[in-house]
């Protein structure tokens, strides 16, 4: 069910990347299908560094911001800033827009910034892989900026959604 959502969402992504072109923001609010309806497991801090998928934070979860990055081969990958509401959390998902055929990947990674401090974090980089699809761990929202980024290997540049 989870691999159609992202076949779905990536064909309509792709349309509009072709359309706005490689590195423009996609202003799409789309939502994340959880593995079931169950309750999140946790919320702000006691979520810090848990796969949104296992602490049930994907459902109902939306898109802040997101920019579609070419990967090897000019192949487009959805980089996106994902918060979820109900786990108070923030991270980032990159998406092979040319799914099913996954057979290249891009790293992604997401950043936060202390408001009050400005002490900057980072999660471990993921890539999309053969899954076509990965997440990083999650980040607490509460008195952070966050954003999703990822490194263009045909560019050979790092790219970031702006701080939200």
Known sequence: ?????????????????????ASAPVSAQTSEASSGSASP??????C??????SANCTSGSVS????????????????????SASCGTTWTRVTDINQPDC??????????INNSTGVRTRTASVSSGDACSASTTTMSKAGRSTRACGHSSWEGLDHCTPWK
């Open 41 to 46: 497991t946790c919320y702000g801090e006691t």
């Open 103 to 112: 057979y290249y990947s891009l790293t992604a990674w997401h950043e936060g």
């Open 1 to 21: 069910m989870q691999r159609k959502l992202f076949t779905t969402a990536g064909v309509a992504i792709a349309a509009l990347a072709a359309v706005i072109g």
């Open 64 to 83: 802040l911001a997101n920019i579609v990055l070419l990967g090897a081969g000019a192949r487009e990958f959805l980089v996106d800033h994902r918060y």
């Open 48 to 53: 810090e560094g848990l796969s949104p998928i």
